[in-house]
């Protein structure tokens, strides 16, 4: 069965699935919760390790007081959707995760560990992009669908 889907603030189409107060949109991949608000220690944090175009992007919305980001979706082994580009001129972004080859994993040491290697890298040179607006696109390539989003 289809989930309501409500009003963006962002994009104005009518995609956001909301639950427990957790906002995401369809259309234009903004993302609202509840600790998005100015100021506070969990969105400080946030912005402190986010990507340029994530801060950027952040938009405030005026009626609940709270911010929407671009959404950084990352899915071990599957892949990762992310905002790719510049204020102006962004699309987004979907790479998969490939394996990698066995003699090739010792360039691929886990920080902080004697002998951990990482078995998948993010195949950063074959992304797909889709406009801003094919947010689902992008989630489709991800292998999620809006039925198990939220
Ligand atoms: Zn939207």
């Known amino acids: 069965m289809a989930k ?3 009003k963006c603030a962002h994009c104005g189409e009518t995609s956001v699935l909301k639950e427990n107060d957790v906002r995401i949109c369809l259309s234009c991949g903004f993302q609202s919760m509840p600790g998005y608000i100015e100021g506070s220690p969990y969105m400080e944090a946030m912005m402190k390790t986010a990507p340029m175009i ?3 992007l952040k938009f405030h919305d005026k009626e609940i007081d709270r911010y929407w980001i671009p959404s950084i979706l990352d899915v071990p082994q599957k892949g990762m959707v ?3 580009g510049t204020l102006n001129d962004w699309v987004w972004a979907f790479a998969s995760y490939e394996v990698i080859p066995l003699f090739e994993r010792v360039n691929y ?3 902080n560990t004697d002998d951990e290697y990482y078995e998948y890298r ?3 040179d074959k992304v797909e992009h889709f406009k ?3 947010f689902l696109g992008a989630l489709k390539k991800l292998g999620v669908d809006e039925e198990e989003l939220m």
Request: no cysteine.
């Open 4 to 6: 309501k889907k409500y």
């Open 54 to 56: 994530v801060k950027e």
């Open 82 to 84: 992310f905002p790719d």
């Open 109 to 111: 040491k886990v920080p």
């Open 122 to 124: 993010l195949g950063l």
């Open 132 to 134: 801003q607006d094919d």
